[in-house]
């Protein structure tokens, strides 16, 4: 959306093609119980306006899903850009022509649009994926995929309810419905470490004050290696006391927010006796929450170290597996072999459920560019470019590809997402202002640039902890075909460090591109 606003302003004729019927992407489909932010509000809200700044109240620290999209539906409303979004609106197939130098967009319907440029916007998590096994469609009773949740209410009251997945999301999920479910049964693969969000309403007293330190709260998470409020302490694990270093790890663990995670110790994630030392510290807390000391095991991860992996916030989450309607099986030690039409089977034995959920999340950063036929110059196919990893030019830009702007494509910074959304933005603005400016009509990033940033990509990845563990962040989903082997799939540098490669690009003119 953001990304439209700034084309319209130069002048461009934009059209959104977005599969929902509404604004909101990821606060659009995910609107399971429970789902809310891990970043705090206010620093997540766009920063660009003072107007819509100064009009926007967040009533808690980490927002609910209803009120972010409540947040980008208003946004949408004040800069009037609905007339610029074609809904209901999946795009199938992208296909760049040679002879007319105009990318072809098609949609399931027959429809085709055609463009100078192509800007992907398509979603870092937002391909959703079920697991592998057979009989999902088979199942008799209500089921629902977490990232695909319904608008309807659904009512778990007295209900057999099963959850499938403890990432993030699954985490979420599990304490909402744990409250009503008459009987809550969650399969597990593999436990996260979680920790508590502690999150609070904001009365409107907070809220002024937050307002008036908009300024200084963005100047710092600009600052801050993933653009969280949270800035990673200076200080190694091994040079403070046992006693200091105890205290701090307890001041992190009743704070709200990610601080535990970005704002620890700085060899947290690249020495592994530090890393250990902060698992033991976690795990103890997990230890201390659960009662039963079997389950308690079953739910500290064994293959991966505190924060290698993204870290679930919550609320109460251990405590629920104290509660008599809540079971906890492992499906590491009796797999899921399918889905029956009156519940599941494991290894072990059949269940019945009158819901299943699916908390099985994304095929992650890739998955949404998969799923579209892209095509570039001498129609070749974007994702057999990709395969055994992606290579772009900033994230943004990918050789034989061009006039494609990707927003928060592959090999980009993350982290406190909106905060990087918006310098991608405004850099694919930049470069498409520049074109118009000296009447250039074609961009595509040179090969030695693109070879040079995805090493530069790589190296950031070396000695990191995190990039020797399984998940979506090194491009392992299980769920998915082709995606079992570890790959750089994400940039794990800084953000500053990102934002002056960027920005040197354009202030030398754009040299690393094949402009004309
Ligand atoms: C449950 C959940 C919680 C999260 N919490 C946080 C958080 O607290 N902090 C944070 O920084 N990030 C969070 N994220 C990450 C979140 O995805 C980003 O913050 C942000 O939404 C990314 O914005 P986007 O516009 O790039 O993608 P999205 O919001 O995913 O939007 C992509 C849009 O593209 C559409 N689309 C995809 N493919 C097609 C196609 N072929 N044709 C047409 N339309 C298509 C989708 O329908 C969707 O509307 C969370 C993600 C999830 C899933």
Redesign the pocket.
């Given at each position: 959306m953001y990304q439209l606003y700034r084309l319209r302003e130069l002048g461009l004729n934009v059209r959104v093609?977005?599969?929902?019927t509404g604004v909101?992407?990821?606060?659009?489909?995910?609107r399971y119980p429970g789902?809310r932010?891990?970043?705090e509000s206010y620093s997540?809200g766009y920063s660009f306006s003072r107007e819509l700044l100064d009009e926007w109240d967040w009533s808690e620290h980490f927002a609910p899903q209803p009120e972010t999209e409540r947040y980008l539906n208003f946004f949408a409303d004040k800069f009037r850009l609905r007339e610029n979004i074609q809904f209901s609106?999946?795009?199938?197939a992208a296909r760049y022509d040679d002879d007319k130098q105009r990318w072809e967009i098609m949609l399931p319907d027959g429809r085709q649009h055609t463009a100078r440029f192509l800007v992907t916007?398509?979603?870092?998590?937002?391909a959703p994926t079920y697991p592998r096994v057979e009989g999902i469609d088979g199942f008799r009773g209500e089921a629902y995929h977490t990232?695909l949740w319904p608008k309807h209410p659904v009512r778990f009251e007295g209900k057999r309810v099963a959850v499938i997945g403890t990432g993030?999301?699954g985490v979420q999920a599990i304490q909402e419905i744990a409250k009503t479910a008459g009987h809550l049964t969650v399969f597990q693969r593999r436990p996260n470490w979680c920790t508590p969000l502690h999150n609070r309403p904001i009365d409107k007293e907070e809220m002024d004050r937050i307002r008036a330190g908009y300024e200084e709260l963005f100047a710092r998470c600009n600052e801050t290696a993933a653009c969280f409020v949270h800035t990673i302490d200076p200080r190694g694990t091994f040079e403070v006391t046992d006693e200091v270093r105890e205290a701090f790890w307890e001041k992190l663990y009743s704070e709200p927010g990610f601080g535990i995670w970005q704002g620890n110790f700085r060899d947290m994630l690249t020495d592994r006796s530090a890393n250990k030392l902060i698992s033991d510290f976690v795990a103890r807390k997990i230890r201390e929450r659960v009662k039963d000391p079997e389950i308690a095991e079953m739910l500290i991860p064994k293959d991966h170290g505190f924060g290698t992996r993204r870290v679930p916030q919550e609320t109460f989450y251990y405590e629920v597996y104290n509660q008599p309607n809540v079971d906890l099986v492992s499906i590491l030690e009796t797999p899921i072999e399918r889905i029956t039409p009156a519940g599941l089977e494991t290894s072990e034995r059949a269940y019945e459920f009158d819901i299943i959920v699916y908390a099985t999340g994304?095929d992650a950063i890739t998955g949404?560019f998969d799923?579209?036929d892209i095509r570039g110059t001498g129609g070749r196919r974007l994702k057999e470019k990709w395969t055994g990893g992606p290579s772009t030019f900033l994230g943004v830009m990918v050789e034989d590809f061009p006039n494609m702007f990707m927003?928060?494509g592959p090999h980009t910074a993350l982290?406190?997402?909106?905060r990087s959304?918006e310098y991608n933005v405004e850099w694919v603005t930049g470069l498409i202002r520049y074109m118009r400016e000296h009447g250039l009509a074609f961009a595509g990033a040179r090969p030695e640039a693109v070879k040079e940033w995805t090493d530069f990509v790589k190296l950031k990845g070396e000695g990191l902890l995190s990039n020797e563990v399984d998940s979506w962040m090194t491009g392992v989903n299980q769920n998915v075909e082709g995606k079992q082997v570890r790959i750089i799939a994400r940039y794990s540098g800084s953000a500053p460090d990102y934002r002056a490669w960027c920005d040197r690009v354009a202030a030398h003119g754009y040299r690393e591109l094949v402009l004309r």
């Open positions: 093609f977005e599969a929902g909101g992407g990821t606060w659009y489909w995910n789902a932010f891990d970043s997540y609106s999946r795009v199938e916007a398509v979603g870092p998590l937002s990232g993030a999301t994304f949404s799923r579209i927003c928060v982290g406190n997402i909106p959304i």
